[in-house]
């Protein structure tokens, strides 16, 4: 059951149960105190508000698979508050990830909320992305923000003026970024190190005939013009919602392409990313596809693999420490 089905069947239950299908507030703060406060700094939209009010939930448990001491308020992820304001608070189709930049966007330009992630192997939230593309990138609510909802009468009026000033918006910005950098620098390392071997000492031994048409080691505007054009080379038009990989692959003479994930949190070559990537590539003319999940350690793969096993079938694994071979996935389905 996916996500959507599942918030779907949240709401049923809890309008069966308790005949409403989410609180009316979160420790006392209701949606009429968000859009209050909120309509004082200029960011009062359904979405912003619905948004806000999703990141108090402190009565869901985390929809992290592995976060077992953790509530929705501690981190959700896009997907996560798309369902909780579109599914559970409203009861209709899940907010558009794209319009994120303005359900989102605002209140993190604003500091009111702040990205985190979720590190999985150690079960915690750790402040940034420093992960790209990590499906574990999620969002909470600053702890000052929180004490901001609580504040009433003429105190409000003159903490949100202080809030908004402009010096004020870029000190927080600056020290969200001292301490985003930070954890990049201990997170992000691992995955750019591990994309660097794949291309230094995978290709070369298993994928000789193959040139490197796209590499993605950031969050945000990934693809360049640089980018743009070696792909235009392979045929290829990307679209908003294509999954880009870690590193794309074309073989020009077979006009062919290899797909190559490299895992230090999450993101295997499972099914949804096989078709997807067949999806994006085979837009215009079907093409062969071939596919890789590369691991650092035997021990990264196998702590992944206990838990998730989701490698697609027909697809390889490649582990740094163990590089002179890669095993080919078969399944007797």
């Known amino acids: 059951m996916g996500l959507e089905d599942l918030i779907r069947k949240l709401r049923q239950d809890r309008i069966i149960a308790y ?7 979160f420790n006392g703060i209701t ?86 992630t979720f590190i999985s192997r150690v079960g915690i939230f750790v402040p940034g992305h420093p992960i790209p593309k990590s499906s574990n990138s999620a969002y909470r609510l600053s702890e000052i923000f929180k004490q901001i909802l609580h504040t009433d009468g003429e105190d409000l009026d003159l903490i949100l003026n202080v809030w908004s000033r402009e010096e004020k918006i870029r000190e927080r910005a600056e020290l969200r970024a001292r301490i985003e950098a930070e954890v990049k620098l201990e997170v992000e390392t691992k995955h750019e190190d591990l994309i660097k071997s794949c291309v230094e000492y995978y290709v070369p031994n298993f994928l000789k005939d193959f040139e490197v048409i796209f590499i ?58 096989v078709e997807k990537s067949k999806a994006f590539i085979n837009r215009k003319k079907e093409r062969e596809i071939g596919f890789t999940t590369a691991y650092l350690t035997w021990k990264d793969a196998a702590v992944r693999q206990g838990r998730y096993k989701n490698i697609e079938p027909g697809t390889y694994i490649w582990i740094l420490e163990d590089p002179s071979k890669h095993l080919l996935v078969e399944s007797i389905f």
Request: glycine share 8%; net charge negative; aromatic share 6%.
């Open 19 to 25: 005949g409403v299908e989410i609180p009316v507030d």
């Open 216 to 273: 993605d080691q950031s969050d945000g505007d990934r693809v360049t013009e640089e980018d743009l054009l070696m792909l235009a080379k392979a045929d290829l038009v990307i679209a908003l919602d294509d999954p880009m990989p870690d590193i794309l692959l074309w073989n020009e003479k077979l006009d062919a392409f290899w797909v190559i994930e490299a895992v230090t949190s999450d993101g295997e070559v499972d099914n949804r990313k």
């Open 31 to 116: 949606k009429d105190k968000i859009k209050l406060v909120l309509s004082k700094i200029g960011v009062d939209s359904p979405d912003t508000i619905d948004v806000v009010f999703a990141l108090l939930d402190d009565k869901n448990k985390s929809w992290f698979g592995n976060a077992i001491s953790y509530t929705f308020a501690d981190g959700a992820s896009t997907a996560h508050i798309g369902c909780h304001v579109g599914i559970l608070q409203r009861g209709k189709n899940k907010l558009d990830r794209e319009g994120r930049d303005y359900w989102i966007k605002p209140l993190r330009d604003l500091g009111i909320i702040e990205a985190v």
